[in-house]
């Protein structure tokens, strides 16, 4: 059964780089059938969508974080990865890892349980 | 970017009737080539991260319950909820992935 797990700071500091770590079990993040991605939700408040990678590198990125936003895949750990730089108070969010089916692209069918990450001095 | 809103913000349903949740895009998401809406809708608990419900608009994913139905074209969805049940309290999104950015309507919090 897949399962994704997010890790990483729960506490950033303003204008630092927010780093996280998505762990999947279950099966290949170098499978052709998948995307991963992230997604994010400000306490209270709606999702955003931040990104996606495929296998072969290729990165979708949201265009209002584009410039601070980079995912990595790493196959030899089966994880892939979020950083966002020059992080603002309006980052802090539970942070989702998520996998996205390539014949229903964009919808996100397994998700991990969330880390919250504050940005805060 | 598309924005998806919906209708309405929350609403409170007696158990066993029907709730009805509405969401709008900006713009069309029904890709013309393939006949397809790409939208869907998640269910969120408390606590817990999004569940999906439905994709393309009108498919229930693998294991949810057939109360749970869907319907719309082009700009204008529905997601209906047949005879509420007490672990259907939650907040429902609608969501478009026809074009990048995704985007997600605000959300609507269903409640006994």
């Known amino acids: 059964q897949l399962q994704l797990q997010e890790s990483g700071p729960g506490l950033v500091k303003p204008s630092e780089t927010l780093s996280l770590t998505c762990t999947v079990s279950g099966d290949s993040i170098s499978s052709r059938s998948y995307y991963w991605g992230w997604i994010r939700q400000p306490p209270g408040k709606g999702l955003e969508w931040i990104g996606n990678m495929y296998y072969s590198g290729s990165t979708y990125y949201n265009k209002s974080l584009k410039s601070r936003v980079t995912i990595l895949l790493d196959t030899s750990k089966n994880q892939f990865s979020l950083n966002l730089s020059s992080v603002t108070a309006a980052d802090t969010a539970v942070y989702y890892c998520?996998?996205?089916?390539?014949?229903?692209?964009?919808?996100?069918?397994?998700w991990g349980q969330g880390t919250m990450v504050t940005v805060s001095s | 970017d598309i924005v998806m809103t919906q209708s309405p913000d929350s609403l409170a349903v007696s158990l066993g009737e029907r709730a009805t949740i509405n969401c709008e895009s900006s713009q069309s998401v029904l890709y013309s080539s393939n006949n397809k809406n790409y939208l869907a809708w998640y269910q969120q608990k408390p606590g817990q991260p999004p569940k999906l419900l439905i994709y393309w608009a009108s498919t229930r994913e693998s294991g949810v319950p057939d109360r749970f139905s869907a319907s719309g074209s082009g700009t204008d969805f529905t997601l209906t909820i047949n005879s509420l049940q007490a672990e259907d309290v939650a907040v429902y999104f609608c969501?478009?992935?026809?074009?990048?950015?995704?985007?997600f309507g605000q959300g609507t919090k269903v409640e006994i």
């Open positions: 969501q478009q992935f026809y074009i990048t950015p995704w985007t």
């Open positions: 998520a996998r996205v089916l390539v014949v229903t692209p964009g919808a996100f069918d397994v």
